[in-house]
């Protein structure tokens, strides 16, 4: 919309015929390097802002993957903790030495209380060396209960049991990550299972039995799910054959169970044969941004229950993986752009026009009058076309977060545009009366002078306007840019300090005011220099200017050391701050100084230094009438995030 709409601003209004050919060869010079330059500039800024964000994301899904891991490995060592402590008990020796019921209730009552407290095992079981099913306690709905004997049955053919009873002492065997089967069909609601297994070992360090634990791994996946990334990017955990345990959608998932072919290797088949192959990594494709971790179950519990161990693994993995959609990426540079088609309308449109009246003011004394008018007349178009975008800006909802930066310049750039219009009438006036004399031969030698002298200091009006209206938009750029600070040196707070209060004591305008240092010991800090240097600078004049009214006073700056943090404080007696305004001081371009040579940029700048650069925090502590003391607080050692 915005594009379209400054395309027609300046084809009706500002693409015709100049007043003279050399008018248009000088701007044309001049004006196609800046455009250009402006529109490398910003296509340039935008891909870094954009890279930067992509890489912050990728950096994030990273972290995620390595926090999923380590849920991954605390419950698998939980679990063997759980397997080792039942296998290790007296009563299941006692009972197998004796065959003594009492034993074995004791057993199931353990077994029971034991599912119950824990709540994750579908099933507790001790089996014997003949694979018969000696107790087993089952989890409930609402309690776990006990196996009577008449159901107990013989597990020799299983697996799993012939897996555990190989087994030497305080090894596991831990089992295919899959859904629970009842009389080999899928049992439904899906049930997703682990199975564990350790020997029980004699008094006399013979095998008298398995301890099998069911593990109920959707427990594990919503612990993996707890910890969501992002709302950009998804959970997933596939199997050593590609398919989804925890998948995108809950039709993806256990299709090596449910014969179907929804799997990751089907759906991303590039991206498969590259994570098959590596332990853990990052890759970008057309696909996204995938971050994955691989787990191998077997070899964990090996070494978590007996690091010695030299039982070899079983080869099946688990892979964590966080993936980040194409659109996602993307979404973010579109949410951008916006902005920078304004700032490059803008920016243009800006150029034009102070190009323009340069151009106008080097041509000869001969088309000074037809250059004026024309120069007059665009800008008063261009100020009401600014009108217009602001209002378009501000009433625009996808951009109106822009509506009060757009108004804060507007405001400001108004003012020395305005004093440069009524400047160039008053300039057309004085060409007018040269004029009438010239035309009557009344026209003196002195009134000649005189009028070329009003021309030369109007003329010279009209820049140090439009040089303040470039001076403002350079100020803003600054306020935008203020968290980009590249330097970060070690430096000494206390003789930085003081350089900075000898720079401002110099400026003729602070020469009553008394501003001083309150420590006398030295601080070594690690930051940017220049962040530190435009906090302190915007604070003094924010006390001079809005404490004091450009007065006199005395300024007070101090610091603390707090452990690896230090306060830097200044310290004014002026009006202090209405109570009304207190929510409102680091809003860009808000000032209680409107129209009083005040921007309401110097706060704000101060912020975003503060929590964006020194990585820290500003509080400013004012009653009305009773002063101000301004407090910032960041890191001895501020990290170098560039």
């Known amino acids: 919309m915005f594009i379209n709409y400054f395309r027609d601003f300046f084809r009706n209004n500002y693409i015709k015929p100049f007043p003279d050919k050399a008018l248009f060869k000088s701007f044309i010079f001049m004006f196609l390097p800046a455009a250009f330059l402006i529109v490398v500039c910003l296509i340039f800024i935008f891909r870094f802002q954009k890279e930067a964000y992509i890489h912050e994301m990728a950096q994030t899904e990273v972290h995620h993957v390595e926090l999923q891991h380590t849920i991954v490995v605390e419950e698998l060592k939980n679990i063997v903790a759980d397997l080792l402590f039942l296998s290790d008990t007296s009563e299941i020796r006692g009972f197998t030495s004796t065959n003594n019921d009492t034993y074995k209730s004791v057993i199931e009552d353990n077994f ?33 209960f006990i196996i009577p004997q008449s159901e107990l049955q013989n597990k020799g053919h299983r697996y799993y049991f012939n897996d555990t009873i190989k087994l030497n002492v305080e090894e596991v065997f831990i089992s295919d990550f899959d859904l629970n089967l009842e009389n080999k069909k899928v049992e439904t609601p899906y049930k997703p299972m682990i199975r564990f297994g350790t020997p029980v070992i004699s008094e006399d360090s013979e095998k008298i039995g398995v301890i099998i634990l069911n593990y109920l791994g959707d427990y594990l996946l919503k612990q993996l799910n707890a910890h969501e990334p992002e709302s950009y990017s998804h959970n997933i955990m596939i199997n050593t054959e590609g398919y989804y345990m925890n998948g995108i959608t809950e039709e993806s998932e256990w299709g090596f169970m449910l014969d179907h072919d929804l799997s990751f290797k089907n759906d991303f088949p590039q991206e498969w044969l590259i994570i098959k192959n590596r332990e853990s ?53 579109n949410s951008i752009k916006p902005l920078y088609y304004i700032i490059g309308s803008v920016g243009l449109f800006v150029t034009y026009l102070v190009i323009l009246i340069i151009s106008t003011l080097n041509m ?97 009006f ?53 501003i001083h240092l309150v420590n006398n010991e030295s601080v070594i800090i690690q930051c940017s220099p220049n962040a530190i240097q435009q906090v302190l600078y915007n604070l003094l004049e924010n006390s001079i200017e809005h404490g004091y009214n450009n007065e006199s006073g005395n300024i007070a700056i101090g610091y603390t050391v707090v452990g690896d943090t230090v306060t830097l404080s200044v310290e004014d007696q002026g009006k202090g701050i209405d109570p009304e305004n207190k929510s409102r001081i680091f809003d860009p371009f ?53």
């Open 364 to 460: 000869s004394q001969k088309d000074y009058k037809k250059q004026l008018e024309f120069t007059n007349s665009n800008l008063l178009v261009a100020m009401d076309r600014l009108r217009e975008a602001q209002e378009q800006l501000v009433q625009s909802r996808k951009l109106a977060s822009l509506g009060s930066i757009v108004a804060g310049v507007s405001h400001e750039v108004n003012t020395p545009l305005g004093i440069g219009i009524t400047t160039a009438s008053y300039l057309k006036d004085t060409i007018k009366d040269l004029e009438k004399g010239f035309t009557s031969h009344t026209l003196t030698e002195s009134n000649m002078r005189e009028h070329l002298k009003n021309m030369n200091f109007s003329a010279d």
């Open 112 to 144: 029971k209380s034991f599912s119950m407290s824990k709540q994750i095992y579908d099933q507790i079981r001790f089996i014997d060396l003949k694979g018969d099913e000696q107790c087993r306690v089952n989890a409930g709905p609402f309690e776990a």
């Open 462 to 514: 009209v820049i140090e306007n439009l040089d303040k209206a470039a001076q403002l938009l350079t100020k803003f750029k600054v306020a935008s840019e203020a968290q980009n600070f590249q330097d970060h040196n070690a430096f000494d707070l206390h003789d930085f300090i003081l350089m900075i209060i000898h720079s401002i004591k110099r400026d003729p305008k602070n020469k009553d005011f008394n």
């Open 590 to 642: 808000f000032t209680t100084r409107l129209g009083q040579g005040s921007n309401g940029l110097g706060l704000n700048i101060v912020y975003n230094l503060v929590v964006n650069t020194l990585q820290g925090e500003i509080n400013i502590e004012s009653e009305s009438g009773r002063g101000s003391i301004a407090k910032v607080t960041f890191p001895i050692d501020v990290q170098d995030n560039n």
């Open 281 to 333: 990594g990052q890759i970008r494709t057309n696909n996204g941004i995938l971050t994955f971790q691989k787990i191998h179950p077997q070899l964990l519990v090996n070494t978590i229950s007996n690091p010695d161990t030299r039982l070899a693994t079983n080869g099946r993995t688990w892979t964590i993986i966080t993936w980040i959609q194409p659109d996602s990426i993307n979404a973010y540079g």
